[in-house]
């Protein structure tokens, strides 16, 4: 027989198993709920200039939006941009926020993980466990190489100088400091700034996302091995109270996991209906445009923000399938033969049972397989309400010109409708002029 430290040991390794790539990221973000006192003076150096930096190029970012409001293609060149670098600093604050519960949470999985389960119960949480690893090696390694990216294909940034002389900067992201970056060495520190910020921003944005997976899938192993308890249970008293506890302890982790994560993804779903439309305009500008790298960045970063919606609403929908198969499976087992009050607490966690398991966006809807099929990113670059003069606008660039010919419509009150189209929970750009 193995020693109990041999066993506490092993359990320790299946726990890092499952979530070594979500510590290895989240300690780094200095997020990360266990082990805290374990982090050296210079991993909490690491994670405050690495924040701090995040928050500046921020700023920066919305500080060149005020300045170029009013024109349409360099503001959606912020936008593509600046919103999900602010969304990653927002889910690094929440999470922040509710760092306690989420320990809470996290210490409870590693109970369930020391706890003793026979070899098909083991194989069920090994399997929810692949699964939610697999999403978290997948997430980071979408949403990093759009980040690399932005990193590799700068924008020209115009800027006046002092004596009205119009002075351009090649930076990954449109930003306007208090200061002038053009001379050396501000300017090779603020490229670099840039650089790790994009890093920062991506690794944070997906990771916070993939490690609600691995903790939801995690909880849907529990609710199958507590629904194959059930199928088996029989009359013993001591079994019958421990289901009911075990099931309370399942509805207060899910209530934690809603409490942390409702905020998060209702403002990731508003998040996410702006990127897409965005990315997918340019992505097809730079298509037409002939822009290879900016092609190759725009499709990393659509992939990524389409993930990361993935996540939220399969890890639900897991969610939901799994306590409605653990209802039926109470209501299946023989609890008319049971004692009366045995009986009776197992009546009330049937009633509790009927309710779904729910993760939802600060119930505003659920999480599950029709929300992610069901979201449509419909946005307009001129609307049929907003009347265009494409004549005065392709005076500007030659592409426009170009793109008059082709479609031959007149110079007078263009409409162009840009709308991202579902089919079969598939997201399509199509880019239609109307004359």
Partial sequence: ME???TLAARDLLKFDYVFKWNRRILKILGIWPLDTEETSVFERFVTVLLTLNLGVVIIAQWTDLVSIWGQFDPMLDNLSANIGGSMALIKLFIILWNFDTLRNVIAKVRTD????????????????????RFFSIVGPASAI??????????????????????????????????YDVTSAPVYQFSYLSQTVHCYTASAAYSAIDCFFAALA?????????????????????????????????????????????????CVQLIVSSLL????????????????????????????????QIFL????????????????????????????GSDA????????????????????????????????????????DTYPFNFGTYAKSTTKDVHAMQYYKISSSHWYCNFQILRTTGTYFSVLQAIK
Wanted: hydrophobic share 40%; charged share 20%.
């Fill in 344 to 383: 009776r607490a197992f009546m009330l966690m049937q009633a509790r049972a009927q309710a779904p398991f729910k993760i939802t966006a600060l119930k505003f809807c659920d999480m599950s397989h029709s929300c992610f099929t069901n979201v449509r990113v419909t946005g307009y670059f001129y609307d």
């Fill in 217 to 265: 899938l995690h909880v849907c192993s529990q609710l199958e091995i507590l629904g194959c308890t059930i199928r088996g249970v029989g009359k013993r008293e001591p079994m019958i109270r421990n289901i009911v506890e075990r099931h309370l302890r399942l509805v207060k982790y899910v209530e934690d996991l809603e409490s942390i994560y409702s905020a998060i993804i």
């Fill in 113 to 132: 993980w020391s706890a003793l389960y026979t070899i098909q119960e083991f194989k069920l949480m090994m399997d929810r466990a692949r699964i939610g």
């Fill in 312 to 339: 939220y609403c399969y890890s639900g929908q897991c969610l939901i399938d799994e306590s409605t198969r653990l209802s039926e499976a109470a209501y299946e087992c023989p609890w008319y033969d049971m004692k």
């Fill in 3 to 5: 020693k109990p430290e």
């Fill in 145 to 178: 190489p759009a980040g690399l990216f932005f990193a590799l294909t700068p924008q020209a940034i115009y800027t006046q100088s002092e004596n009205g002389t119009e002075i351009m900067s090649l930076l990954p992201l449109r930003s306007k400091y208090l």
């Fill in 276 to 307: 897409l439309c965005s990315i997918g305009y340019k992505f097809i500008t730079s298509l037409d445009g002939g822009y290879a790298a900016d092609v190759g960045k725009f499709t990393f970063y659509f992939i990524a923000i389409l993930m």
